[in-house]
């Protein structure tokens, strides 16, 4: 009987249910279709203005520390000394705590030993015997060295000559083989025969009046076969006969006297006398008259030149001569060395008392041939002969051209063998100190292996040594701590494996930014855990539809449900970059850095951020819940003269309350808000959901369909 009544009741219940739906569906229509009665309705506008639009992401989190560590020692140990307790405020590189150090110095010590011991040792195989004798290897080596590089270079520059040589000789051959060289004149004599009287210009030289003469005669010689022919003042033959027995022509100077006769001398091919004949000499007496007078005629006086232009079959003679003030013919005398058979032609100058260049050109020679040479001039007075010149024509350039040729090409056959030599003498040396040095190479190999193991050692060590002095990686406060002093403490291994990098030895820490649980409790396996609480984050998440509105420094808006009546600002600090899937809904951790919180702020807060995520500024503006929006086109009613009509607008920034314009309506207008009561006589198409009944725009408010229900609800 009782289940009976049981289920007469549901139905009951299931009736009346369904009663009151089909009631509140007929009360929805008749509310949009039937006409609205004058005393039933309250018509709704707004006016079309220019504000600020502002756009928010909400979320939910909690206030943690920014900045968490968890230290403990390396090493284990036991404790000696503990500088914090739980609360106190610390810095970063400030000494926390101490463990016993005699464990870790003497270890360092005999590692440092054993490191010198190994250092010798490495020395003495770097040295590799004495020193003497790897100064002379190395001596060695660069001997040979140098010497194999000499003559490489060496061979380089007979190569180049060799293709000069070459060059030139081809250069000669186009040219018909000339002379090969310009070739200086190998003259034994030199000098001048003259008579009594002189004029200035010759190498018997007079100057000043009668009666007041100097001169000075340069007297050269020639051997011509067994004689020698040569012209010196008397006073001066004992020095000639000095240079003579010491067959070595010179050039003496005397002054006052003037040359008369030649002296001849005669020698065998061992020896050499000297006979002169008589000669004399005239001082020219002295003139006290004023008057001027013209000097008679007087013998010529001539200077045998040098020769010029030689060549291989031709040279130029050259020659001064001075006539004595008359009419004066000369020629050159010419001819093998023991004789000058031929002569020039006969030329003629005039009668002037000045020296004259005179010259000719013999031809039809012979190629690297020696002539003698001689002026010889005659006027009405008498003939002068010069002394005699000893030339040389050129050799043929070709010839030697081909000469050199050969010497060059013998001389790179005979350094080819010198460089063969020098590198198999190189290559002795290399091996003999490779030899030498092989034993100590493997020595040297494995001393620096220890070396390198004693070296890691030390530096473990010392770091070991470091560690048994803890100090704070940051700054902050000792929120846990674990030991006192006397106890034995474990080597402590972080999660992370981090070691902090402040300043000091912070011992191995595990560094944390903080998490939306808070970090305040404390790692059983870590000596102490340091929390900064004065910096502040919270770390919230955001679905993906928002996440891509989220910047990096924007503006974040806090409220704590904890405190009422309290705003923190913020700024987004951090956005992950990898996704958590949380009941098939994805979302990004955004990480908000606090500013400047107040002390009343605690870790572990449950916290409501609202991030700015964009502002339009002096915009035209409606209230959001006047626009209707269906798929992608949104609408306003706007009312004048009583006369409502439907326009379509483009949006910009949806706020929470206003929604930008960008086109579609102008300042000033008005727009039809939803109504907030129905009657049964209302004739508009406004809707209990707040807009459209073509739906759309849900989560909007005052959008179409259910998604204005908040607002219409809302006032």
């Not at 110095?105 to 010198?116: D, G, P």
């Not at 250069?171 to 030199?190: I, K, Q």
């Not at 003999?432 to 473990?460: F, L």
């Not at 990098?501 to 820490?509: F, I, L, M």
């Amino acid at each position: 009987m009782s289940v009976l009544s049981r289920s007469r009741k549901a139905v009951i219940g299931y009736a009346i249910l369904t009663a009151a739906v089909f009631s509140l569906i007929g009360f929805a229509v008749a509310y949009v279709y039937m006409p609205a009665s004058a005393s039933g309705s309250t018509l709704r506008t707004a006016t079309v203005v220019t504000g600020n639009v502002e756009t928010t992401e909400t979320a939910t989190g909690n206030i943690s520390s920014a900045s968490t560590a968890t230290v403990g020692f390396p090493i284990a140990g036991t404790l000696t000394e503990v500088n914090v307790s739980i609360g106190s405020k610390v810095t970063a590189g400030e000494i926390l705590a101490k463990i016993n150090p005699d464990s870790a110095e003497t270890a360092l010590s005999a590692a440092k030993a054993a490191l010198l011991a190994a250092d010798e040792n490495l020395t003495t195989a770097e040295n590799g015997g004495s020193a003497a004798s790897k100064t002379s290897d190395q001596s060695s080596l660069e001997n040979a060295q140098s010497t194999l590089t000499n003559d490489e270079e060496q061979l380089v520059s007979d190569n180049e000559d060799l293709t000069a040589a070459k060059r030139q000789l081809t250069t000669d051959e186009n040219l018909g083989c000339p002379a090969a060289s310009s070739s200086t004149v190998t003259s034994a004599v030199s000098g001048t025969t003259s008579s009594a009287s002189s004029q200035s210009g010759g190498a018997l030289q007079s100057s000043g009046a009668a009666g007041s003469t100097s001169t000075s005669i340069k007297a050269s010689l020639i051997k011509v076969g067994l004689q020698t022919v040569f012209y010196m003042p008397n006073n001066l033959i004992n020095i000639l006969r000095a240079s003579l027995l010491g067959k070595t022509a010179g050039s003496y100077f005397s002054s006052l006297y003037l040359l008369s006769a030649p002296v001849t001398t005669t020698a065998s091919p061992n020896t050499q006398t000297l006979t002169t004949q008589p000669t004399t000499t005239t001082l020219l007496p002295a003139t006290t008259s004023t008057t001027t007078t013209t000097a008679a005629p007087t013998a010529p006086i001539v200077t045998t030149g040098a020769v010029s232009n030689v060549m291989t079959g031709q040279v130029t003679l050259n020659a001064t001569i001075s006539p004595g003030g008359a009419a004066t013919s000369y020629y050159f005398a010419w001819g093998p060395t023991d004789k000058l058979t031929n002569h020039t032609p006969v030329e003629t100058i005039t009668g002037t008392l000045g020296m004259t260049n005179v010259s000719t050109t013999l031809t039809g020679l012979k190629i690297d041939t020696n002539y003698l040479f001689q002026i010889v001039a005659s006027n009405s007075v008498g003939t002068t002969k010069g002394l005699a010149e000893l030339f040389t024509t050129a050799s043929s350039s070709c010839v030697e051209e081909k000469t050199i040729i050969v010497e060059d090409e013998l001389a790179i056959a005979k350094q080819k063998t010198t460089i063969t030599e020098a590198k198999t003498n190189l290559a002795a040396t290399k091996a003999s100190i490779a030899q030498s040095n092989q034993t100590t190479n493997v020595q040297v190999a494995t001393d620096e292996a220890t070396v390198a193991e004693d070296q890691a050692t030390v530096t473990t060590d010392e770091k070991n040594l470091q560690d048994t002095t803890l100090t704070a990686p940051i700054s902050g406060t000792i929120t846990s701590l674990n030991g006192s002093v006397g106890e034995s403490v474990s080597a402590y291994a972080s999660a992370s494996g981090a070691t902090g990098a402040a300043a000091g030895n912070s011992g191995r820490s595990s560094l944390s930014a903080g998490s939306s649980t808070g970090a305040s409790s404390s790692s059983t396996s870590g000596f102490a855990t340091i929390t900064n609480l004065n910096n502040f984050q919270v770390i919230a998440s955001l679905a993906e539809a928002d996440i891509s509105q989220v910047k990096v420094g924007q503006h974040v808006t806090i409220t704590l449900p904890a405190i009422p009546n309290l705003t923190v600002a913020g700024k987004v600090a951090y956005i992950s970059d990898t996704s958590t899937v949380s009941s098939n809904v994805v979302t990004y951790a955004v990480t908000i850095q606090v500013i400047s919180p107040p002390a009343s702020v605690k870790d572990g807060m449950t916290a409501d951020v609202s991030i700015d995520t964009g502002s339009a500024d002096n915009v035209l503006t409606v209230p959001s819940s006047a626009i209707t929006t269906n798929g992608s086109v949104s609408t306003v009613t706007t009312y004048a003269n009583g006369v409502k009509r439907t326009q379509q607008v483009k949006i910009g920034l949806i706020g929470s309350s206003t929604t930008q314009i960008i086109s579609g309506l102008n300042l000033g207008e008005s727009v039809v808000l939803p109504t907030i009561q129905a009657s049964a006589s209302s004739g508009t198409s406004s809707s209990l959901f707040g807009g459209a009944t073509t739906g759309g725009g849900a989560g909007r408010f005052g959008g179409g369909g259910f998604g204005g229900i908040g607002r219409v609800l809302g006032g």
